[in-house]
Every structure is written in C-alpha cells, then in structure tokens.
C-alpha cells in the first residue's frame, strides 16, 4: 500500500514498474470495495497509461507525475469515460472531453485509475445522498467520510490511489479531508480552471487535490493551477509557487473567536486548537484573537446563493439533450416532468426547489439580492482581517465524523459546513490539515485560510503547523 509520491517514487527506485504499482493499487481497490469509494475502475486505460508511462521512464522522458496513481471525483470530466455526479440523471453518459485539470495530470503522466463516489451533484455534507449509495469512512467504517467528496476523501485514506481530485464548493474538500485525516486545499476562486467540473454552484467550485502529504498537495496544485483559456473565471496571475517550502519565518496569525467558542466544537477539538495557540505563541509568532460577528449568517447566505445557482445550472438535465429520460414520458412537457423527478435526488430536488423560490417574482430582492450583498460585506470584513494578519486559523469542523444516518435533519447537516464555507464566500485559498485526534482515535483538521493567491504563504505556514504537530 503506497500512501503518498515518495513511496511510490521509491518503490520505482527498487525496480518497480509504474504498472505494478497501477495493479497493487487496483488489488487494493477490489479489497475494499465494501467502502464504496469508486463507481467505477477503469482498469483497461489505467494499465494501457501505466504501460505507456513505463516506456517513458525507461528513455528518461517521464513527467512529474510518473507513478501516481490518481482518482477522480464523479463530477469531472475524463473523455471517452463515464461520469455521473453520482446522479441516475446522467447514467450512462460518457464525456466528450477531459477536465482541464485532469488533462493537466495527464500530460505530466499520472494514472487515472476511476471515478468516485460523492453526493449527488455535490450536494451533502456526508455522502449519503450519492443514487449509488453510501461511502464508508475507510479510517471508521461505521461512519461516514464526509461530503460532498466523500469518495475521494476515504480513497485516499484508505490507500485505494495516491490521490484524488474533489471539488469543494462550501467545503466539500476541507470537510472529509478533516474526517478521514487526510489533506485537503481548496485553492483561490479561479486559481484552477472549471472547464471539465459538472457545476453545482459556479461562483463558488473549486477542485482541489486530497493527499496524505503536505508535499503531494502542494505538487499537485503547482500543476493544475494557472490561466485556462476556456475558462473566463480562471485569473491570468501568474501561478509564482515553489514546491520547496520557505521555512523560519514568523508569522502574524488571526483566530477567530466566535469558531472557537461556538457551541458546537468537539472539546478536544478546542484543546487542541488551543495547545496549537499556545504553540505559536511560544515560537514567537503574533497570535491575535479576532471578532466574526458574521458566523451566523455564513450558512444561511450560502445556501440562498448556491441553491439558486444550482437551480440554474441543473436546469440542463431535462431528459431531453442527453442522460436519463422517463420511459413512461408522453409528450414535452412530461418528458421534463417525469426525467427530473425519476432522475433527480430528494436533496438535489430539495435545492433546486429552494433555488427556484429564492430566484422567483417577489422574492428575488428579499433573498438572492440581499445575499449577495452579504456576501460583499463578507469579502470586504475578511480583506479588512487579513490587513492585520497573514493567516486565519479554525477547526476545520466542529466535530469529528458522525456515525450513518447520525444526522437526518437538512439544517443541522447544512451547519456541518460552519466553519468551511466562509472560504468559499469571499473566494480565499483553505486548506484542512491532519493535526488531531480524538481520544478515540478519531481524526480532525485544523483549518488555515489565507489571503487571494497566496497559496505560497498558505503551504510555507502549514510546512511549520505539520512539522511542529509531528515533533
């Protein structure tokens, strides 16, 4: 079991061949196919990549990537395979072209190895609303990972692939990475092109990488991040990072306080937020404790602004163009009717619903306008924070991993997402790190956000959060 690049590198090194590694990977994949994790394995392209890379390593013309096996949440693209959001509503559909970031991969010769498991369309916050089942939490399988990318998250946390690809829209990344003790970034809005990712939220997606090292993160990133030209929400900045990480430096770090104190945060979780604290101060770094008057509103204003444009963005699937159609249908308006209601999910049906009401005559102005003028006010209070400090530091969540079917209710699964969808608001760079553990064994992150673009600062600072939890 290979669980980062540098075992997988030095496995090559002993004379391993990248297709050896492509079918331990796929043995482990068969083992622990009770997780659910994949949908599917594409075993055949796998090896025939694999095959392809080992010819390169033998001339010596072998990309970055030579080796690492890599999964991919059910939402993006990979041409000529399937992909679904983990929805009935697109089964069987097969896409005509590959992700920008994917194909990105690719071309520094990594290996997909198959598509994952996730709540429908992105949808969840513990990936129990997939059409395709659940996924079990690979480090306690009474529990779920997480979601949306629930099925990437416990892929790597298991060992299934070396990495994975998720999307993170209101902290479907950060969320299982801090479930499943794995790491997980979501980078700046617009730092990693969208061409390829099924939307859920368009303002808001982001894909990001899942690891079980610092170092593989931030390599992946460096690779799929920079200008896309078919995407007009990528930023032309340049992407400026080194993979090297800058150590020494002192850091002026902000905690907010009302995350701290929230009722909700798992006691341990607090303590070791605090010991964490602590830690900075000691070390000489500038800690201050800072006021989010706003953390009550952040849930609310993201579920009014996602919702409406998931309602939307979701309008394509009509039964119609492509994916599934009702086979009791008669005529246009039933063909529509029909599709959406077989096809859709109660929690994909439940958004889009909300999303329609909030876009509708009469209360346009009273929530979609006034959300996104929330939404200003957020941006323009987290700027005015980061003037005084370099980094903001939460519990990634509140609490560790909840057991299946532990929360039923839609509000209080939404408000598992309290402390990840700020970062998503206001479009900063976020990253969960494995720093904790319960005392029974349970993981958790803590959560660092930084400002637009500086996903440099951001991995510098958790080189010394990771290197200091480890000592």
């Known amino acids: 079991m290979y669980k980062t690049f540098a075992e997988v590198k030095e496995a090559l090194a002993k004379g391993l061949s990248v297709t050896d590694i492509t079918k331990a990977y796929l043995t482990r994949i068969d083992e622990k196919a009770h997780l659910n994790a994949f949908l599917e394995v594409f075993e055949e392209s796998a090896l025939a990549q694999a095959a392809l890379v080992d010819e390169k390593v033998k001339a010596g013309t072998a990309g970055k990537l030579a080796g690492m096996v890599i999964g991919l949440k059910d939402n993006l693209c990979y041409k000529d395979h399937r992909v679904s959001a983990s929805s009935k509503i697109l089964e069987g559909f097969k896409s005509l072209y590959t992700a920008t970031a994917v194909q990105r991969l690719l071309d520094e010769d ?140 002192k850091y002026r770090v902000g905690v907010l306080q009302e995350c701290l104190d929230h009722p909700g945060v798992n006691p341990e979780v607090k303590a070791k937020m605090q010991a964490t604290i602590d830690q900075l101060k000691g070390e000489g770094h500038e800690v201050e404790m800072m006021s989010f008057p706003f953390l009550e509103y952040v849930v609310p204003t993201y579920y009014v602004l996602t919702t409406a444009e998931a309602s939307s963005n979701l309008s394509r699937f009509d039964g119609v163009h492509y994916g599934y159609r009702s086979a009791e249908a008669v005529g246009v308006e039933e063909t529509y009717k029909k599709s959406r209601s ?61 057991e299946l079917n532990g929360v039923t209710d839609p509000i209080q699964m939404y408000l598992q997402d309290i402390f990840t969808v700020h970062a998503n608001l206001t479009g900063n760079p976020a990253i969960s790190l494995p720093l904790g553990e319960t005392s029974d064994k349970l993981p958790f992150g803590i959560q660092v956000m930084a400002k637009h673009f ?16 480890e000592m």
């Not at 982001?206 to 090292?213: K, R, V």
């Not at 005559?361 to 003037?387: I, P, S, W």
């Not at 500086?454 to 939890?469: G, P």
């Open 110 to 249: 990594a290996i997909i190895i198959g598509r994952l498991n996730c709540d429908e369309f992105a949808m969840g916050s513990s990936n129990e609303n997939s059409a395709f089942g659940p996924v079990l939490n690979a480090v306690d399988e009474k529990r779920v990972p997480g979601g949306s990318s629930g099925g990437s998250a416990t892929a790597v946390a298991g060992g299934l692939c070396t990495a994975t690809l998720g999307s993170d829209t209101g902290g479907s990344i950060r969320q299982p990475a801090s479930f499943t003790g794995t790491y997980g970034l979501k980078p700046t809005y617009g730092r990693i092109s969208r061409y390829g990712l099924i939307a859920y939220a368009s303002s808001f997606d982001q894909i990001g990488p899942f690891t079980n090292s610092l170092e593989d993160n931030a390599l992946l990133y460096s690779i799929m991040g920079g200008k896309d030209p078919m995407d007009s929400t990528s930023t032309s900045r340049d992407l400026n990072f080194s993979v090297d990480f800058t150590k020494g430096k």
């Open 342 to 402: 077989e096809g859709f999910g109660p929690e994909v049906q439940r958004r889009i619903m909300a999303g329609t009401f909030v876009l509708s005559h009469g209360y346009y102005d009273a929530y979609y306008t006034k959300g996104q003028k929330v939404r200003r006010v957020l941006q323009d209070y987290t700027n005015d924070l980061f003037e005084k400090v370099d980094f903001l530091l939460t519990p990634s969540t509140p609490d560790v991993a909840f």
């Open 454 to 469: 500086a996903e440099q600062d951001l991995f510098d600072f958790s080189s010394y959060l990771v290197e200091k939890n």
